[in-house]
């Protein structure tokens, strides 16, 4: 059993920028694929962003390269979402999840764990 929990959620203005944590409790945190998820009212939960086991290799969503970043630190069971240049469809519910195959997978089901969520609203 893996525990997520995830933090740095808030407002802001677009254009500005937050940086979320999920910190992870229960399993090796290295045994486990990260991804990050969001879910606006009324849509579907799609994919944002994810990361391997190492840290190594990353995959995006098109519509959030090049403005956002994921990474992790093994050493202290966290992942990372830092989210720069902020615009108002990126107001949503960001989850982290976690997957037991360790690699950087885009569909929801391939995650095992998810954290509770953590509000993201960006205001025009």
């Known amino acids: 059993q893996v525990q997520l929990v995830e933090s740095g959620g808030g407002l802001v203005q677009a254009g500005g920028s937050l940086r979320l944590s999920c910190a992870a409790s229960g399993r090796t945190f290295s045994n486990y694929g990260m991804g990050w998820f969001r879910q606006a009212p009324g849509k579907e939960r799609e994919f944002v962003t994810a990361?391997?086991?190492?840290?190594?290799?990353?995959d995006y969503a098109d519509s959030v390269k090049g403005r956002f970043t994921i990474s992790r630190d093994n050493a202290k069971n966290t992942v990372y979402l830092q989210m720069n240049s902020l615009k108002p469809e990126d107001t949503a519910v960001y989850y982290c999840?976690?997957?037991?195959?360790?690699?950087?997978?885009?569909?929801?089901?391939?995650?095992?764990?998810w954290g509770q969520g953590t509000q993201v609203t960006v205001a025009s």
């Open positions: 990361i391997n086991w190492s840290g190594g290799s990353t």
């Open positions: 999840a976690a997957a037991l195959g360790r690699w950087h997978y885009t569909g929801p089901h391939m995650y095992d764990y």
